[in-house]
């Protein structure tokens, strides 16, 4: 297995065919248009912070294996191609490169272009408080050119809900958004179940599973009808 503690400047387009495990702290992309693409039977995963980080768009390509993303800040559009390993995409978490793992955190992570997701692929969000970025997760999806989706295409994808607090019955929590009108989002999650185990309260219906309000595709909003405890 490898590791890159710093930054790794990309002066051009690359694929990256990854056999072990790869991790990298970031992938500076000064010129904000190149692309990176994993392939192989390796897992790859990718610190996001700030900007300058991959900007046309970063892509598990073909192979078996995994990409995994971690972080806050902006990156090109996120794809993820059928018949590969999927991956994870941890908004707010820190890679810990020598670990290959991730620490839980909050933030928001704006994927500049879209993110095409597949059932393979889970997105892990934290909730810690009710405002966006400090207290609980927040992907977002802006539009960056006509070549790229701009689109959050969920498609079955999962959604890994990680509770830290006991939020008031009723909250809602913006889990996706599109910060540009030429931006949507798209599909479905196929299940919102988090990690904790609800409490009934007597104003409500007693069930596993947050209810997904009806909306236009601006958001996709999580609301909790119940008391939850971590």
């Known amino acids: 297995m490898a590791s890159v503690n710093t930054g790794v400047n990309f002066g051009t387009n690359r694929v990256l065919t990854v056999h072990t495990t790869v991790s990298f702290a970031k992938i500076t992309d000064p010129a904000g248009g190149r692309n990176l693409r994993r392939q192989g039977s390796g897992t790859l995963n990718l610190g996001i912070s700030g900007t300058n980080n991959t900007g046309a768009f970063v892509r598990n390509d073909s192979g078996p294996g995994s990409l995994n993303l971690y972080g806050v800040g902006t990156i090109g559009e996120i794809v993820y191609n059928t018949l590969t390993g999927g991956g994870e995409i941890g908004v ?62 969920l498609n079955g994808a999962t959604l890994n809900v990680r509770l830290g607090f006991v939020p008031p019955v009723g909250t809602v929590f913006e889990i996706i958004r599109r910060n540009s009108t030429a931006a949507a989002i798209t599909g479905a999650f196929n299940s919102a179940a988090p990690t904790s185990t609800p409490t009934p309260t007597a104003t409500s219906t007693p069930t596993r599973t947050p209810t997904r309000t009806p909306q236009p595709p601006v958001v996709f909003r999580l609301w909790l009808p119940f008391v939850m405890r971590p």
């Open 92 to 153: 707010g978490d820190t890679l810990n490169v020598s670990t290959h793992l991730a620490t839980a955190g909050t933030g928001i992570l704006i994927a500049n272009g879209g993110a095409q997701l597949q059932p393979n692929v889970t997105l892990s969000v934290d909730l810690n408080g009710t405002t966006a970025g400090s207290g609980y997760d927040q992907l977002q999806v802006a539009y960056r050119s006509p070549s790229n989706s701009n689109t959050a295409s």
